[in-house]
């Protein structure tokens, strides 16, 4: 039923209802930011390993420097298979200071999810996913859209669905995030194909600005493909070393040496996306010009 409505042209506070989200404003200190939007993403985090609380506690320090308000999951939330008995040691307890101070998490399922923890992971209310495998939410009073996709069960109906959200999406920046990438040069996983031929055109079509997506377990950026920018943000928990193909045509800049997350600092005009590594330091820098208006 919730589909069917999500794909209707309703009234636009009527779909965040139902969604179970509002467009918030940035908070920094006592100055509320209506019309910027930061947040972080992270991929292949939920080890419950060394490297994924030390990540965990750079995401800390620069929300408390940059005042981000939310994180993008990017799938195997939880290792190996999604259990929900694991959850606290694997996102609750190396995410607990920024969780406390109120930063939400929007999460989309990877591979290992899926096995066991589909429901569980779904249903789970640190996720944000209200029962979804898909859904939407818009932040910065419209400015920016966000579209968590399940890239492992893709079929007919979310696409119709995406398509749908996005013919009606008002947003000045419209982001996918789902866990396996259209693009990666790297030599594990690589770009999935299939799924790229089921997206691509409608990311094309509709204007999409940002993809990030994780499965490899490295940072990459890619060249911008048609308009789109794509990442490849999969080192939050866990990292494979020396997989990135530099020589890859596609290959833009990237980091297979040490864990990573991403922050993105968002603006009417100007969309900011910096790699961050395990001991804070900066790996990687892109500004993504907008659309040009017709």
């Known amino acids: 039923m919730a589909d069917k409505l999500l794909a209707g042209a309703i009234v636009p506070i009527i779909i965040?209802?139902?969604?179970?989200?509002?467009?918030?404003?940035?908070?920094r200190g006592s100055r509320v930011v209506a019309d910027e939007v930061?947040?972080?993403?992270?991929?292949?985090?939920?080890?419950?390993?060394?490297?994924?609380?030390?990540?965990?506690?750079q995401m800390d320090v620069l929300r408390k420097k940059e005042g981000f308000g939310f994180v993008l999951m990017l799938?195997?939330?939880?290792?190996?298979?999604?259990?929900?008995?694991?959850?606290?040691?694997?996102?609750?307890?190396?995410?607990?200071a920024l969780l406390e101070n109120g930063v939400k998490f929007y999460a989309s399922l990877g591979n290992h999810d899926v096995i066991?923890?589909?429901?569980?992971?779904?249903?789970?209310?640190?996720?944000?996913?209200?029962?979804?495998?898909?859904?939407s939410f818009v932040e910065g009073d419209g400015l920016a859209e966000f579209f968590a996709l399940d890239s492992t069960h893709?079929?007919?109906?979310?696409?119709?669905w995406l398509e749908a959200q996005l013919r009606e999406s008002s947003a000045r920046w419209k982001i996918a995030f789902f866990h396996h990438p259209l693009y990666s040069t790297c030599m594990k996983h690589g770009s999935s194909l299939q799924l790229r031929a089921c997206l691509e055109p409608l990311f094309v079509k509709y204007g999409m600005n940002?993809?990030?997506s994780g499965h490899d377990h490295v940072y990459e950026r890619l060249k911008p493909s048609q308009g789109v920018y794509y990442f490849v943000t999969g080192a939050a928990g866990q990292l494979r070393k020396g997989n990135?193909?530099?020589?890859?045509?596609t290959f833009e800049a990237g980091n297979d040496s040490v864990n990573s997350f991403v922050y993105a600092d968002v603006s009417r005009d100007s969309f900011v996306v910096n790699a961050i590594g395990l001991n804070g330091e900066k790996l990687d820098e892109v500004s993504i010009p907008a659309r040009i208006e017709r």
Do not use: C, H, W
């Not at 799938?75 to 607990?96: C, T």
């Not at 893709?154 to 119709?160: D, I, R, S, T």
């Open 16 to 27: 965040l209802t139902i969604l179970g989200t509002l467009p918030r404003a940035v908070v």
């Open 244 to 249: 990135i193909n530099r020589e890859d045509p």
């Open 75 to 96: 799938g195997d939330n939880i290792y190996p298979n999604g259990n929900p008995k694991l959850f606290k040691q694997r996102f609750e307890e190396p995410y607990k």
């Open 116 to 135: 066991k923890g589909g429901p569980g992971e779904l249903e789970y209310p640190g996720f944000n996913m209200q029962g979804r495998t898909y859904y």
């Open 38 to 57: 930061r947040f972080a993403v992270i991929g292949d985090s939920g080890t419950g390993q060394k490297p994924q609380y030390e990540i965990g506690r």
């Open 210 to 212: 940002v993809v990030f």
């Open 154 to 160: 893709m079929n007919a109906e979310q696409l119709g």
